[in-house]
Nanobody
């Protein structure tokens, strides 16, 4: 439904930084939940961070709080994930996702447990010791 293109992945040493970008081709961008997920070999997909494109409300997984920052530029219809103090356990394929219906009225954040309908192709992040 929504075309998403990720960029910015690469290989860095522990303690380094990367900035991922996700450009969305959608007409009603401000109504969408935008999210970053990651998946390492042999592990289940993990929700990393979410942001509502309209009001900017964010959510972070406990494993990345204080290190990662999600943001958006509505004029460019782009969401970013700034990753600082990277650790080897952050190594994974990172995916951008979007969905109109991932917003939780109860918790007032974009859910990571929702089955997002639009996905990017993924960008690899590798963190070495």
């Amino acid at each position: 439904q929504v075309q998403l293109v990720e960029s910015g992945g690469g290989s860095v040493q522990a303690g380094g930084s990367l900035r991922l970008s996700c450009a969305a081709d959608v007409s009603t961008y401000n109504r969408y939940c935008m999210a970053w997920f990651r998946q390492a070999p042999g592990k289940e997909r993990e929700g990393v961070a979410t942001i509502h494109a309209g009001d900017g409300v964010t959510y972070y997984a406990d494993s990345v709080k204080g290190r990662f920052t999600i943001s958006r530029d509505n004029a460019k219809k782009t969401v970013y994930l700034q990753m600082n103090s990277l650790k080897p356990e952050d190594t994974a394929m990172y995916y951008c996702a979007a969905d109109k219906f991932a917003w939780s009225t109860l918790s007032r954040v974009c859910r990571t447990t929702y089955d997002y309908t639009s996905w990017g192709q993924g960008t690899q992040v590798t963190v070495s010791s």
